[in-house]
């Protein structure tokens, strides 16, 4: 029986996710006038409102925070959006990054629930697949809780 072919792991929205190296981060980018950091990336003008700025530096994003809100999501989001089949519901967290202080949405990795979360707890960025085809594995970022 032949070895199937192995996908390849790439970000599901290139640009916005390094999953090479030791850890994987958040790709953001950070305004050389005022100092403002954005996710996702920014390249035509600054979005903060008190700045003219329009020249930006790439920039890895901190891969730890703290859970500013959270909620759950029980209905399958509408394409483009690809959900695991048969759809489960699942966590969202919204997670200030703790070098920018900037909040980030996502997922919370599977197995962890809103009853188990709990505003201010420390969370950390892992990753996880959104699907695949049969020469890619898509993969995008979660939120976990860092074990106390």
């Known amino acids: 029986m032949p070895t199937p072919p192995t996908r390849q792991r790439v970000p599901a ?3 916005w996710l390094r999953i090479d190296g030791p850890e994987p981060c958040l790709l953001g980018t950070r305004c ?3 100092g403002t950091t954005f996710f996702p990336k920014e390249n035509a003008f600054c979005r903060n409102p008190a700045c003219d700025g329009g020249d930006f530096d790439s920039v890895e994003l901190s891969r730890r925070g703290r859970l500013w809100s ?3 999501n029980r209905y399958k989001p509408p394409a ?3 959900s695991p089949e048969p759809f489960a519901p699942y966590a969202i967290a919204a997670v200030e990054l703790a070098a920018e202080r900037i909040v980030v949405l996502g997922q919370v990795v599977p197995g962890v629930s809103t009853e188990q979360l709990k ?3 420390e969370m950390e ?6 699907y695949s085809d049969d020469a890619n594995e898509y993969v995008v970022w979660k939120w976990r809780p860092v074990p106390a």
């Open 80 to 82: 483009p959006y690809v």
């Open 70 to 72: 959270f909620t759950d």
């Open 119 to 121: 505003a201010g707890m």
């Open 125 to 130: 960025l892992v990753t996880d697949t959104l």
């Open 32 to 34: 050389r006038k005022c």
């Open 13 to 15: 929205i290139e640009g």
